[in-house]
Protein backbone atom coordinates (compact mmCIF):
# COMPACT_ATOMS: atom_id res chain seq x y z
CA UNK A 1 0.00 0.00 0.00
CA UNK A 2 3.13 2.07 0.74
CA UNK A 3 4.47 1.83 -2.86
CA UNK A 4 1.13 2.48 -3.92
CA UNK A 5 0.60 5.70 -2.25
CA UNK A 6 4.49 7.00 -3.44
CA UNK A 7 3.35 5.86 -7.04
CA UNK A 8 0.29 8.77 -6.97
CA UNK A 9 0.72 12.23 -6.99
CA UNK A 10 -2.08 12.31 -4.28
CA UNK A 11 -5.60 11.29 -3.43
CA UNK A 12 -8.65 13.17 -4.76
CA UNK A 13 -11.93 12.19 -3.28
CA UNK A 14 -14.75 13.35 -5.50
CA UNK A 15 -18.38 13.20 -5.02
CA UNK A 16 -21.81 14.86 -5.97
CA UNK A 17 -23.48 15.71 -3.11
CA UNK A 18 -26.69 14.62 -2.02
CA UNK A 19 -29.82 15.68 -3.61
CA UNK A 20 -27.77 16.01 -7.40
CA UNK A 21 -27.79 12.84 -9.72
CA UNK A 22 -25.71 15.21 -12.28
CA UNK A 23 -22.16 13.91 -12.25
CA UNK A 24 -20.66 14.53 -16.22
CA UNK A 25 -18.24 17.44 -14.93
CA UNK A 26 -17.22 15.21 -11.73
CA UNK A 27 -16.21 12.62 -14.36
CA UNK A 28 -14.57 14.58 -16.45
CA UNK A 29 -12.16 16.11 -13.10
CA UNK A 30 -11.46 12.63 -11.90
CA UNK A 31 -10.34 11.57 -15.76
CA UNK A 32 -8.22 14.81 -15.96
CA UNK A 33 -6.79 14.44 -12.64
CA UNK A 34 -6.14 10.39 -13.19
CA UNK A 35 -4.18 11.29 -16.76
CA UNK A 36 -2.56 13.55 -14.11
CA UNK A 37 -1.27 10.36 -12.06
CA UNK A 38 -3.52 11.49 -9.05
CA UNK A 39 -5.80 8.62 -7.02
CA UNK A 40 -9.34 9.14 -7.80
CA UNK A 41 -11.78 8.26 -5.32
CA UNK A 42 -15.09 8.59 -7.14
CA UNK A 43 -18.05 8.08 -4.80
CA UNK A 44 -20.69 8.40 -7.49
CA UNK A 45 -23.55 10.70 -6.95
CA UNK A 46 -26.31 11.23 -4.54
CA UNK A 47 -23.69 10.74 -1.68
CA UNK A 48 -24.58 11.81 1.98
CA UNK A 49 -22.22 14.25 4.07
CA UNK A 50 -21.64 11.31 6.55
CA UNK A 51 -20.44 9.25 3.45
CA UNK A 52 -18.04 12.20 2.13
CA UNK A 53 -16.21 12.43 5.11
CA UNK A 54 -15.78 8.55 6.44
CA UNK A 55 -14.77 7.95 2.93
CA UNK A 56 -12.42 10.77 2.86
CA UNK A 57 -10.70 9.48 6.08
CA UNK A 58 -10.81 5.76 5.32
CA UNK A 59 -9.53 6.52 1.85
CA UNK A 60 -6.48 9.28 3.60
CA UNK A 61 -7.70 12.00 0.77
CA UNK A 62 -5.63 14.35 0.55
CA UNK A 63 -8.28 16.70 -0.99
CA UNK A 64 -12.10 16.48 -0.99
CA UNK A 65 -13.87 17.91 -4.22
CA UNK A 66 -18.10 18.58 -4.10
CA UNK A 67 -19.89 18.60 -7.25
CA UNK A 68 -23.45 20.26 -7.68
CA UNK A 69 -25.45 20.99 -10.64
CA UNK A 70 -28.74 22.52 -9.08
CA UNK A 71 -28.90 25.03 -6.69
CA UNK A 72 -29.90 22.89 -3.73
CA UNK A 73 -26.81 21.31 -4.03
CA UNK A 74 -24.64 24.82 -2.83
CA UNK A 75 -26.66 24.08 0.38
CA UNK A 76 -25.49 20.92 0.62
CA UNK A 77 -22.08 21.61 -0.08
CA UNK A 78 -21.89 24.60 3.16
CA UNK A 79 -23.68 21.56 5.32
CA UNK A 80 -20.24 19.68 4.14
CA UNK A 81 -17.82 22.12 4.72
CA UNK A 82 -19.13 23.04 8.26
CA UNK A 83 -19.42 19.56 9.27
CA UNK A 84 -15.50 19.03 7.56
CA UNK A 85 -14.55 21.99 10.16
CA UNK A 86 -16.94 20.58 13.08
CA UNK A 87 -14.69 17.13 12.99
CA UNK A 88 -11.56 19.39 12.52
CA UNK A 89 -10.51 18.44 9.41
CA UNK A 90 -7.89 19.41 7.47
CA UNK A 91 -7.73 18.67 3.79
CA UNK A 92 -8.30 21.40 1.17
CA UNK A 93 -12.52 21.52 -0.65
CA UNK A 94 -12.70 21.57 -3.70
CA UNK A 95 -16.01 22.92 -5.17
CA UNK A 96 -17.18 22.93 -8.67
CA UNK A 97 -20.33 22.15 -11.10
CA UNK A 98 -22.65 24.26 -12.94
CA UNK A 99 -24.79 26.51 -10.65
CA UNK A 100 -21.21 27.27 -8.64
CA UNK A 101 -19.40 30.34 -8.67
CA UNK A 102 -16.11 31.47 -7.29
CA UNK A 103 -18.11 34.82 -5.50
CA UNK A 104 -20.72 31.80 -4.00
CA UNK A 105 -18.19 29.60 -2.67
CA UNK A 106 -16.31 32.47 -1.19
CA UNK A 107 -19.33 33.67 0.25
CA UNK A 108 -21.64 30.70 1.52
CA UNK A 109 -19.08 28.14 1.90
CA UNK A 110 -15.43 29.30 2.45
CA UNK A 111 -16.86 31.12 5.81
CA UNK A 112 -17.91 27.56 6.74
CA UNK A 113 -14.20 26.24 6.74
CA UNK A 114 -10.76 27.34 7.87
CA UNK A 115 -8.84 24.98 5.75
CA UNK A 116 -8.36 25.89 1.59
CA UNK A 117 -11.98 26.16 0.15
CA UNK A 118 -11.32 26.81 -3.71
CA UNK A 119 -13.74 27.19 -6.10
CA UNK A 120 -12.54 25.38 -9.66
CA UNK A 121 -14.48 26.66 -12.77
CA UNK A 122 -13.48 23.42 -14.77
CA UNK A 123 -11.80 20.34 -14.98
CA UNK A 124 -8.87 21.51 -16.88
CA UNK A 125 -8.39 24.06 -14.34
CA UNK A 126 -8.26 21.49 -11.79
CA UNK A 127 -4.64 19.77 -12.48
CA UNK A 128 -2.95 23.29 -11.62
CA UNK A 129 -5.42 23.53 -8.15
CA UNK A 130 -4.65 20.24 -7.00
CA UNK A 131 -1.31 20.18 -7.70
CA UNK A 132 -0.61 23.81 -5.54
CA UNK A 133 -2.74 22.01 -2.55
CA UNK A 134 -0.39 19.51 -2.18
CA UNK A 135 2.93 21.01 -3.05
CA UNK A 136 4.30 22.16 0.07
CA UNK A 137 6.37 24.89 -1.06
CA UNK A 138 3.94 26.67 -2.64
CA UNK A 139 0.29 25.61 -0.65
CA UNK A 140 0.55 28.25 1.42
CA UNK A 141 0.82 31.13 -0.87
CA UNK A 142 -1.90 29.61 -2.89
CA UNK A 143 -4.37 29.53 -0.37
CA UNK A 144 -3.43 32.70 1.11
CA UNK A 145 -3.96 34.49 -2.77
CA UNK A 146 -7.30 32.83 -2.82
CA UNK A 147 -8.44 33.55 0.60
CA UNK A 148 -7.32 37.41 0.24
CA UNK A 149 -9.49 37.42 -3.35
CA UNK A 150 -12.30 35.46 -1.49
CA UNK A 151 -12.25 38.16 1.60
CA UNK A 152 -12.14 40.88 -1.04
CA UNK A 153 -15.04 39.54 -3.05
CA UNK A 154 -17.15 38.64 0.15
CA UNK A 155 -16.58 42.12 1.23
CA UNK A 156 -17.68 43.83 -1.85
CA UNK A 157 -20.60 41.41 -1.92
CA UNK A 158 -21.61 43.01 1.85
CA UNK A 159 -21.09 46.13 0.61
CA UNK A 160 -23.03 45.89 -1.96
CA UNK A 161 -26.21 44.50 -0.54
CA UNK A 162 -25.49 47.80 2.25
CA UNK A 163 -25.66 50.02 -0.59
CA UNK A 164 -28.79 48.74 -2.16
CA UNK A 165 -30.59 49.61 0.90
Same mark, same amino acid.
Given at each position: ????????????????? %?? &?????? @??????? #????? !? %???????? +????? $??? *? *?? *??? *?? $? +?????????????????????????? %??? #?? $????????? =????? $??? =? !?????????? /?????? +?????? &??? +? @????????? /?? !??????? =?????????
Amino acid at each position: ELQEQQQHAGIVLLATV %KG &DVHDIG @KNIVGVV #LGCNN !Y %KIIDLGVM +VSCEK $ILQ *A *AV *AEG *AD $I +VGLSGLITPSLEEMAHVASEMERLGM %KLP #LL $IGGATTSKI =HTAVK $ITP =H !YSQPTIHVLD /ASRSVT +VVASLL &DRN +V @KQDFADDVA /AQ !YQEMRDE =HFRTLTDRK
